[in-house]
């Protein structure tokens, strides 16, 4: 006797549900397709602008006319190798130096603190602080320091009353410091420049420093070694990488900056002030987009040295 069985087939997949299960089974298809509209918007909105730029820089300025020759040169690049415009290219880089140096010196310990001790509230009460100037207006935070840097201001009110006022009369009277007061001079600058990037660098070197074990650190000490050999031979090796991310911010964030030194600077010129220029009042395009490109290959440069040192694992 033999038994009949009936093959029921499966009700037909929708069109949606097809779709699902061919997703399903190509992972990659689904981050591609999740990936294309931010690729997509890079590629087009960035790097295409960034093509134009560069195709830009090649160009030149006709003299008599004011016009742009379209014709590929690097007459506009020897034009940033003049003595004046080559002092803005250094003037800026060595700003952002400074700046990548002290926001280091000063928030080393600051991060130290808070990785190593704070714990609980007191590590919330840290990232609130560090990261409550980032919270309000850039251009109000510009200004406010303006305010307190000013001749009349609440600074050199408080060295007055301190009985030292001759210390910023110092400061200013030395030579290429520039200005009358401390809004208008490179120590200023300097400041300001310090105090907006700084949170960039206790964040990165903060993270770093949460990834020393202690086990390491209390075997440097059970071996003989001093606070300070501890320091330099196994915390500052192991928290480089995040010093090196942190200036990456403070350095590239620098190197561009254009309103700090306007509002707040010497009237010399730095490469953002020169490019607005060169775009704006003077109309040469040209020479404009190949200021902008001289941060873009510095920090290239930068980069590639930065990757090296490990600084893309701290951040």
Do not use: C
């Given at each position: 006797?033999s ?25 990659g ?7 294309a ?15 134009t730029?560069?195709?830009?820089s ?11 020759v379209?014709?590929y ?17 250094k ?12 926001s ?16 609980g509230?007191w590590k ?66 300097f ?24 086990s ?10 001093t ?53 704006g ?17 510095i ?17």
């Amino acid at each position: 006797m033999s038994v009949a069985t009936e093959i029921i087939a499966p009700p037909p997949q929708s069109a949606a549900a097809r779709l699902a299960d061919g997703l399903w089974r190509r992972p990659g298809l689904v981050v591609a397709l999740l990936l294309a509209p931010a690729l997509l918007w890079l590629a087009v909105v960035y790097l295409g602008s960034l093509a134009t730029l560069l195709r830009q820089s090649f160009f030149s300025l006709e003299e008599f006319s004011g016009l742009v020759v379209e014709d590929y040169t690097l007459s506009t690049y020897a034009e940033l190798l003049q003595p004046s415009n080559f002092e803005i290219i250094k003037r800026t880089v060595l700003m952002a130096a400074a700046v990548s140096v002290a926001s280091a010196i000063v928030g080393f310990p600051i991060a130290y603190v808070a990785a190593r001790y704070a714990r609980g509230a007191w590590k919330a009460a840290f990232y609130i602080a560090v990261m409550l100037p980032l919270w309000s207006s850039y251009l109000v935070k510009v200004y406010a320091w303006k305010l307190i840097l000013a001749r009349e201001g609440i600074l050199t009110w408080t060295f007055g009353k301190l009985g030292l006022g001759f210390v910023l009369d110092g400061l200013l009277a030395l030579p290429g410091v520039g200005g009358g007061s401390l809004s208008t001079s490179y120590i200023g600058t300097f400041l300001v420049f310090l105090y907006i990037w700084l949170p960039y660098m206790i964040l990165p070197t903060q993270a770093a420093l949460e990834r020393v074990p202690g086990s390491l650190i209390n075997a440097s000490s059970d071996l003989g070694a001093t606070p300070w050999a501890t320091f330099r031979h196994v915390i500052l090796p192991l928290a480089a990488p995040g010093i090196v991310a942190g200036s990456i911010f403070t350095f590239s964030l620098t190197l561009g900056d254009y309103i700090i030194p306007q509002v707040i600077g010497s009237g010399r010129y730095f490469i953002g002030q020169a490019v607005y220029v060169q775009q704006g009042t003077a109309g040469n395009i040209p020479l404009a987009a190949a200021f902008t490109v001289v941060p873009i290959v510095i920090m290239g440069v930068y980069l590639a040295v930065a990757r090296k040192l490990g600084a893309f694992d701290a951040l």
